[in-house]
């Protein structure tokens, strides 16, 4: 009933900048938290960063000042711009969100399918 379809990652130098974008999709009533997990080979998934339905934020001290999360709650979708990027930024990067669908009005968490963002020279 509800889908999440990231976009935006890709290859990139040391420096540079890329923007995730995440849109929602489906019979949705309303979107609480929306959030950005990565998740680099070997570890485990971390929060990037988040933000509620009222646009308060918060991210992961490795990315403070150099990412900023937001949100157009019009089109259902969050974005991660990335600047500065630094190789050990590299990892596939999953959406998140917490949903309520017009079928139950449960918040329920949804995942993206997951999109690789790759930082070398």
């Known amino acids: 009933q509800v889908q999440l379809v990231e976009s935006g990652g890709g290859l990139v130098q040391p420096g540079g900048s890329l923007r995730l974008s995440c849109a929602a999709s489906?019979?949705?009533?309303?979107?609480?938290?929306m959030a950005w997990y990565r998740q680099a080979p070997g570890k485990e998934r971390e929060l990037v960063a988040y933000?509620?339905?009222?646009?308060?934020?918060d991210y992961t001290d490795s990315v403070k000042g150099r990412f900023t999360i937001s949100r157009d709650n019009a089109k259902n979708t969050v974005y991660l711009q990335m600047n500065s990027l630094k190789p050990e930024d590299t990892a596939v990067y999953y959406c998140?969100?917490?949903?309520?669908?017009?079928?139950?009005?449960?918040?329920?968490?949804?995942w993206g399918q997951g999109t690789q963002v790759t930082v070398s020279s």
């Open positions: 998140n969100a917490n949903v309520a669908a017009y079928s139950d009005y449960r918040l329920l968490y949804y």
């Open positions: 489906g019979t949705i009533f309303h979107i609480d938290i």
């Open positions: 933000i509620d339905s009222e646009g308060s934020s």
